[in-house]
């Protein structure tokens, strides 16, 4: 059983990441898993939120938003709804929590960083995109502040990257394009440092529960499909 | 090591349920892990959501919401806010996902079954003992409708349960009280059916990241606690 | 004409208060009149609103709000909604009116104490329940605020309770459960301190317009009612 | 001891009615209270609001709210605010209730008349004075309406006015300006029938509780008050 | 062809000015261009928006809004709506904007002047009465603020006024009633000094685009509209 | 005297119009004037809002806004704020407008075609680019709509452009961008058909009003303006 787009179970799609696509942000990525596609901008600024004034601690944190257009079928703006519902709480959160997992607040001093994460066109895994990109355009922002010398130490103490792994006819695959995603029916974002361990699981039960010899299946793709974005994040930020 | 309430790290905080807390619903429970307190309702109603009308399938969905005298300081009310906070969006599509992952939608009809979790005091652990109790209330509700013969048939494919898991101090502990949880380097929610399957695992890296090692204590630890917790649910049941 | 559950015209239905309800609250009361189950819980914190701020006095206010699962058909959360309703809103500063009626600003000092109550389950009443529970609630509060010695002085001048009164078939009734309450023709919520002066009287013609025997009649029973329940608080308190 | 404005306890400011300040409202009344100013507009609509649809009754409802302006301090828009305040919904809700007192729904017919009372200047007594017009204005669409065949019958039941009282330094006063207002020691306002029946009581102790002869006589100057309002409102419709 | 009111093509309604119609605002103005009938007040405070503070420089701002009972049908509150249109907001900054050309913010001081502009009763217009009426309330508040020796200068550097030009069945015509508003062609609002420059310019194609000889037209009347609106405000000011 | 760019005073930025950037959208355009970058989606489907249902007539609209990195200094998104702001409505309304000049509701069918324009970057003139291109991708729309035989005709009567002028330190310039914008005395934005007819003007003195000689001397920058655009939005649509 192949794959509709060809891949191998183990193989993620074209991922390109293409760096400083904004001129006005501190660091500026538009990442691509396949036609899945993600503007990821780190906003910096001097000062923290209230809470944490003081503690000369910086801040890093992520907004996540779908334009209209990004799906099949319109969605309407949250802006015009006038609530943001729960997936993109869930997903800004997610990708907030990741980032923070590689940042020394000390280092960083009293700064804050905000990742916006945009998706302007949407395949699947928009939030392990969101997060691969969102790393890079953050270490970008970083390099540009101490450039300015505005920082007290190098914030950065590893690397992070996610991805989709999901169960479908039964066998594990790894980064889900929109039309695996829905026939999944177990489905699990795994976010992983450069140096291979686990920042955060998020394993659903879509359709029927899965057992432990599926779950070790799933983790062993999430861990291949993480280490291959590492090397990308890597030669993106060489270039 | 031991823990602050004298128990090993295997084990339970004292678990209670008390079935039909409640007149007016379906089913109603109060659960208590310890000193956190859910009391857990489910109403059931003729009808489905517009976008499921006329496939005779049923639904199950759940609101899960903290009383501002919960915690240790006072909350602010989300309805005073005017908007529902990124976390009770999250903790209530778990809980909703959960529970409908032992549902069989045709059993139940078009029918729809609210479970309301609303957490009368909060110890740590709120999600889990929210999940675990929503499924008796839950299973309470499908008696109910059934004596009614509101149903074509038995809309419950399993019991599903909740605990949480953590890293204290380098070892994993099971059902972390507040105390505990503040200080977990890492963090994890795991529901499993009552035969031992997993429905959603959510493993969170507070502090620092952690490997497969740690990740397989963890999910040792939590199949142990969740075969506890099925073993209680069906006493409940039972009496 | 005897009432369906039994009670003569001017008795109140089985009135319980259970003190230290929940762990955290510096006061905290679960009171029953009849079916309808009212969590009440007295928060405090130092510290005024900001237009009260420098003026030596204390604060006292209330929210009050109903769960979903409280009523026999299920209410949506207003959280959800992104709103109060109007009832709500009314009955919150209704609550707050009645209890500052018997504080001593000046003896509280700058701080302020929230009274969150929240009806867990509802059967006619539950704002006269909400009054006459969380005002054990806030002595429990301020003995424990002067048991820290963070007092100036003895914020408590006199007790308040509330009960509702309503015409039926043609007669005044006390304490009216749904049932009765859908069926009167006026209701009236009457708010009493201890020593029998009037704090608040909210009387509405839900069908016909009464006249000035009727209103006396309906006085005179909330004045038993008022007298019994301050009765019942001091035992509450004294035990 | 005399009123700042020259009047005796039980006189009322010098009220006028003007009808027909609009020229689209099926009603439309300026009413003054002294220096309170409040414009009263009736629309009239076919059909009722979803839950009465194929009852053959009609409905009225009320909206209250105030100009920016109107206050001695500006007061922000609660449409800027985005949210309705406590305030405002209890008013609302006050006027609908008043008025649909002498409303025969079925004489109505599936019609819906909504009363909108702005306050375009506050000086206390701003509800009484809305409630006193609104009646007119109401009584004016009604007119307009059978004038039209549109009503199966006559739907006035009777006449409905309002007016407040308190007690300032111990005596009872009626119709209280601002600078009286918040000097009251209590605050009552009710609404009476034209013949001289109770629709709604609020009194309210803002500093003391008060007691039975007071409340007592509170009540007569009400009496006299509404007595005066409903000739006044005759003579208006009269003209 | 002649207008349905009798005009000529460049004729003004019958515009009325009516000064100090509230008690507290610092200026407040009731205009009517015929049947368009709009409250203008002008609030005063001390101090100025945040992102002004310190900068020696006043502020002047101004908020539109219409009175559900203003048109020919009933429209919902936005207060009720929970937001505000996007009509309303574009008005309200046309207003600010307006009046904000002929200010000296240094003249001013750190002072801010609100201009409320409600509209009781519309029939076309209500935007250019609105401007026309505010600017009087303005000169009104400006005069008291400087009897008050509140002011460092004169912060009016000129006057404002605002019409509206149309092209109905080909011709160009002067402040349209809403019965031709809805007709015409094209819709376009001018506001001028009273020395003849532009402020503001908005032309809409309602139906066909115009070219430029019927803009011309157009520009024509409204200088000329404009200029006897200019005298009227002067004549008020004056009396 | 020349600008910062090297343009001459009548001459556009760098114009890019890339076609077909979005797999999903029935038609999508990425327009760049210089630096302002606006991402163009028109999303078609079948029926029409319920006020226009059964008239056999289409509608058209448009919803602009910003993305928060899009400019210098972060801007925080509406749908956290959870209200759209003055500026997003006036230019959303203004977009939908200028693109309904040049539609035939007949040939469109009961039809919608939603216009998203959301500004990837900003540097001034982000209302004309989303105009200009916002065309580009509705004529994709209607082709592929017609291609698909879902058109009773041909919608498109023409073609609309729309570009910015101001005046600088005395002089008319065109297509100003954010620095320039800033600067601007006067700030015009013009809306015209592809043959030379105007749709909309919008002409703001934003700091000293200005006269006759400088609005003709605007006007015709931007008739130049919107025939440049008109020329490379028919070369974009024929490549």
Redesign the interface.
């Known amino acids: 059983m192949t794959r509709a787009d060809g891949r191998s179970n183990d193989e993620l799609r074209p991922i390109t990441i293409t760096r400083n696509w904004?001129?006005?942000?501190a660091g500026?990525v538009l990442v691509e898993f396949g036609?899945t596609r993600v503007?990821c901008?780190a906003?910096a600024?001097e000062g923290v939120p209230r809470w944490r004034k003081g503690s000369g601690l910086g801040w890093v944190t992520a907004?996540y938003?779908m334009?209209?257009?990004?799906?099949?079928t319109?969605s309407d703006?949250?802006?015009?709804k006038?609530?943001?519902?729960?997936?993109?709480?869930?997903i800004?959160?997610l990708v907030g929590?990741s980032l923070r997992?590689v940042i020394d607040y000390k280092a960083l001093g009293e700064n804050t960083i905000?990742l916006?994460c945009?998706v302007?066109?949407a395949?699947g895994g928009t939030r392990t995109a969101a997060i691969t990109g969102a790393y890079v355009a953050l270490a970008d922002a970083c390099a540009h502040l101490k450039g300015l010398g505005a920082l007290p130490g190098d914030p950065l103490t590893?690397s992070v990257a996610a991805i989709s792994v999901g169960i479908i006819d039964g066998e594990p695959r790894l980064d889900l394009p929109y039309e695996e995603d829905v026939r999944a029916e177990t489905d699990?974002n795994v976010v992983?440092?450069g140096d291979?361990?686990?920042?955060?699981?998020?394993?659903?039960?879509e359709a029927?529960?899965?057992?432990?010899v599926m779950?070790d299946g799933l983790?062993a793709l999430a861990e291949k499909g993480c280490a291959d974005l590492t090397r990308i994040q890597k030669e993106a930020l060489a270039s």
Chains 1, 2, 3, 4, 5, 6 share one sequence.
Request: hydrophobic fraction near 35%.
């Open positions: 904004l001129d006005h942000a500026s036609r503007l901008a906003s600024s907004e938003a334009l209209p257009a990004a799906t099949n319109r703006r949250e802006s015009v006038g609530r943001i519902g729960g997936r993109t709480h869930e800004s959160r929590r997992a905000v916006d945009d302007l066109q395949d590893g699990m992983m440092t291979g361990k686990y920042v955060e699981i998020q394993g659903t039960a029927d529960p899965f057992d432990r779950l983790l």
